[in-house]
């Protein structure tokens, strides 16, 4: 089942502007991880935040972590087309063993020209 | 390209037939899951193996789904009796748990659709 929810479900920006989403989930958690996936294409791992960290940078991209709130969010500065994408937060559960991940629904990101 | 590979990549079966899907993990991995994806959703989880051994199979992974690992390389994902329902794209992942980051590599996937 879907642990996770993002927001919103779906994004339109122009080219320069920044994206933000939101993700929420239920569990107690080890990480908190943002994919990216390309139209019918396989997952690629942006960025991981463990759960003693608040905030992260990786080139264009923020991530913040609020454990008490249960809930993370992703900043894309600077957007470009490329970013065009489906963009998934994972939650890697305290419980449950295996560090299998559990997915949101997804929020869908089109950045136009 | 993360390094994962699986094959083929779509495949078309009718309803009732039998498929078998392969994943290649990245080489130093010893740990990797499977998980399908329907249309519009996040993938769910399935199943994943430490080396050869199988830890834990999702209740979704119904009786005419088996996954193998059998020297714990590659992987190979058996469906039986397809249903329509079976229709989904199924990933695979890797990763490698000591020396390494949490992170998992997912592979390009395998679209089902089951006519």
């Known amino acids: 089942s879907q642990q996770g929810e993002e927001d919103p479900q779906a994004l339109s920006i122009q080219e320069g502007e920044n994206a933000t989403m939101n993700c929420s989930y239920k569990?107690?958690?080890?990480?908190l991880q943002w994919y990216r996936q390309n139209s019918g294409r396989g997952l690629v791992h942006l960025i991981l935040?463990?759960?003693?960290?608040r905030e992260k940078h990786s080139g264009r991209l923020r991530v913040t972590l609020d454990t008490s709130k249960k809930s993370s969010s992703l900043l894309i500065t600077a957007s470009r087309a490329a970013d065009t994408a489906s963009y998934f937060c994972a939650t890697d559960a305290i419980t449950g063993g295996g560090n299998k991940l559990t997915f949101g629904t997804g929020t869908q990101l089109k950045v136009e020209l | 390209d993360t390094g994962v590979s699986q094959d083929p990549r779509h495949k078309i079966t009718k309803r009732g037939q039998n498929v078998t899907f392969r994943c290649d993990p990245i080489?130093?991995?010893?740990?990797l899951y499977w998980y399908r994806q329907t249309l519009g959703q996040g993938p769910e989880f399935l199943t994943y193996f430490q080396n050869e051994a199988q830890l834990e199979k999702s209740r979704l992974l119904s009786d005419r789904f088996s996954a193998e690992r059998p020297k714990g390389s590659f992987s190979t994902l058996e469906i039986q009796r397809t249903e329509q329902g079976d229709s989904a794209m199924y990933l695979c992942?890797?990763?490698?748990?000591?020396?390494?980051?949490?992170?998992?590599?997912f592979g390009p996937g395998t679209r089902l659709t089951v006519l």
């Open positions: 569990t107690s958690i080890n990480n």
């Open positions: 992942a890797s990763r490698k748990t000591r020396m390494g980051g949490d992170e998992q590599f």
């Open positions: 935040i463990r759960s003693n960290e």
């Open positions: 080489s130093e991995h010893n740990r």
